[in-house]
């Protein structure tokens, strides 16, 4: 009868600190992509754009960044009936309100 032989146990050992370093990586690089992730989709901009006041004599029209990150607004497009109009907001603004009305304009482009 043959006796069974057994792995030599410092061998088993250090396989299997191995095995268990290597799931820990494993884990590791897991929850670093999570948590990356996490910081990439925690500094969205969110523009809320609200207008008060429609069928009173003080009407105002807002965009406010309400969210993390900077609202970057690359383009913007000013329409009237239906047609495009190619022209500054401010300009526009100024030159379709009569000047008997009150126009009244804050902008602010700062970080905080």
Known sequence: MKKLKLPNMDRLLG????????CTLIVFFYQTNLIRKQQYMSVYPHLE???????????TFTIENKGVGPAII??????????????DFVMFLRKEISETENLEMEFSNHLT
């Open 15 to 22: 396989l299997s600190a191995i095995l268990l370093s290597l």
């Open 74 to 87: 690359e383009t913007l497009l000013i329409g009237k009936n239906g047609e495009l109009i190619e022209q």
């Open 49 to 59: 754009i609200g207008h008060n006041g429609i069928h009173s004599e003080e009407y």
